[in-house]
């Protein structure tokens, strides 16, 4: 079955300090594809990044970056030089072809996180 | 281009009432899923619409259902509401079903039973 941890609940940073967001994932399907999503006070969710599971590239927009590693199951995020405008709550996804349905996205609990000025 | 649109924003119920809830998808856009988010539960998956056929479903009882209509707009219907069932329901749309389609959300309706 699959399923997504974010073991970080809730991370608290000042601003300009580098933060990471961890997000493991497992699955059994070798073809699937992770996301990140952001959810700020609002609402809506917000979506970052796509990843499939044959590109490891890393990615690199802005101050956000990605770091996609197969062999520890991991697609971990990091904000560079954060900002009080980055205070929401982060979730990973994963999307496979469970139990030989068609895809269905499983998300993680999420990480609150907040920026303080 | 204008985003997923979900009415209403907020309904108030009370246990045993059904409601509807409604979502306008992205214009192109042909795929519609929705989610329930709970503090307890995170953001589960209810069920996802292709074409005005159900692709995915969730694990939730039979009180939640949905349809899609020909232009892709969808409704969630919740019959004999449970207090349980208080939650934020996001819908979210996708140009296609499954796979590496990016899913774009709307802003949720909040419903609270009382």
């Known amino acids: 079955a699959q399923k997504v941890t974010q073991a970080q609940t809730e991370i608290s940073v000042v601003e300009k300090e580098d933060v990471t967001l961890d997000c493991v994932y497992e699955t059994r399907d070798t073809t699937y594809y992770l996301f990140w999503y952001k959810q700020p006070p609002s609402g809506e969710l917000v979506f970052l990044i796509r990843?499939?599971?044959?590109?490891?590239q890393n990615e690199i927009s802005g101050r956000y970056s990605w770091n996609f590693q197969k062999s520890t199951s991991s697609f971990n995020f990091t904000i560079t030089a954060s900002q009080v405008v980055d205070s929401a709550v982060y979730f990973c996804a994963l999307r496979d072809l469970s139990g030989g349905s068609n895809y269905k996205l499983t998300f993680g609990k999420g990480t609150l996180l907040t920026v303080n000025p | 281009k204008a985003g997923v649109t979900q009415t209403p924003r907020y309904l108030i119920k009370t246990r045993g009432q059904q409601v509807t809830l409604s979502c306008s998808p992205i214009s192109g856009h042909r795929s519609v899923s929705w989610y329930q988010q709970t503090p307890g539960q995170g953001l589960q998956f209810l069920f996802e619409?292709?074409?005005?056929?159900?692709?995915n479903k969730g694990n939730f009882p039979g009180r939640f259902s949905g349809r899609q209509f020909s232009n892709s707009r969808s409704e969630m219907n919740v019959s004999t509401l449970e207090l349980g069932d208080s939650a934020l329901y996001l819908c979210?749309?996708?140009?296609?079903?499954?796979?590496?389609?990016?899913?774009?959300f709307g802003d949720g309706t909040r419903l609270s039973i009382l």
């Open positions: 619409y292709f074409s005005e056929t159900q692709r």
């Open positions: 979210a749309s996708s140009l296609a079903s499954g796979g590496n389609q990016p899913q774009h």
């Open positions: 990843r499939n599971s044959f590109d490891e």
